[in-house]
């Protein structure tokens, strides 16, 4: 076993004691990386340009014009021949202890409360798809029964819209309320009936 440490001992020293400065081979330049920022900029610089800035910059706002105009429609609502009625409580269970600013607790935790039972809904309800003449149509004939109303968009141009029903017009987004309010069948009126809000579909010809 000591003869082998020896021999491999024996053949690495000459390597290591001939080690020479070999000196540099080829020509040789200092790294220089362009910064990131730089990058950008000429990127930017490049597009001004040859006119690909401004023309990428309308196309953005182009986008968010029609966003804003066109929200994202609710999935899954219907027309129907028939009418569709269905109520929703809004009862529910108290997750934590409530309080005014004054210390004074008006809710404990596991207490049931009826937010109608205290506010009144003194407002109507509308949900229509704005690109159905026939639902706008509809609005159109509507005697709501409260002093107040709101139309409220699931599908369609806002302003468009707003402009034939000379309203102002609110959109579902991302369906929170019709979800909420279990509501699968449009065009639809929501009011207070007692301690529950009343849900209540037209029927529309020619269901699509």
């Not at 070999?22 to 200092?30: F, K, R």
């Not at 609710?74 to 004054?102: C, I, K, M, N, R």
Request: hydrophobic share 40%.
């Amino acid at each position: 076993m000591h003869k082998r440490y020896l021999t491999l001992l024996f053949l690495v020293c000459p390597l290591v004691g001939q080690a020479k400065d070999l000196g540099s081979w080829g020509d040789v330049w200092p790294v220089q990386e362009q910064s990131f920022l730089a990058l950008i900029q000429d990127r930017l610089q490049e597009l001004q340009d040859n006119g690909q800035l401004a023309e990428l910059q309308q196309q953005f706002q182009d986008r968010v014009v029609e966003h804003t105009l066109r929200p994202t429609p609710v999935e899954g609502l219907l027309t129907d021949t028939q009418a569709h009625t269905s109520w929703y409580d809004p009862t529910f269970v108290v997750g934590q202890t409530l309080a005014d600013a004054q210390g004074q607790v008006f809710a404990r935790q596991g207490d049931t409360l009826n937010p109608l039972d205290t506010l009144a809904l003194n407002t109507t309800l509308y949900f229509i798809d704005g690109d159905d003449a026939r639902q706008v149509a509809w609005m159109k004939a509507q005697t709501p029964p409260t002093p107040t109303w709101k139309v409220i968009l699931v599908n369609g141009n806002i302003k468009t819209t707003a402009d034939a029903l000379s309203e102002r017009i609110y959109f579902d987004q991302q369906g929170v309320l019709t979800k909420k309010l279990g509501i699968h069948y449009i065009p639809a009126m929501v009011s207070q009936d007692g301690k529950r809000l009343k849900i209540t579909s037209a029927p529309i010809k020619e269901a699509r």
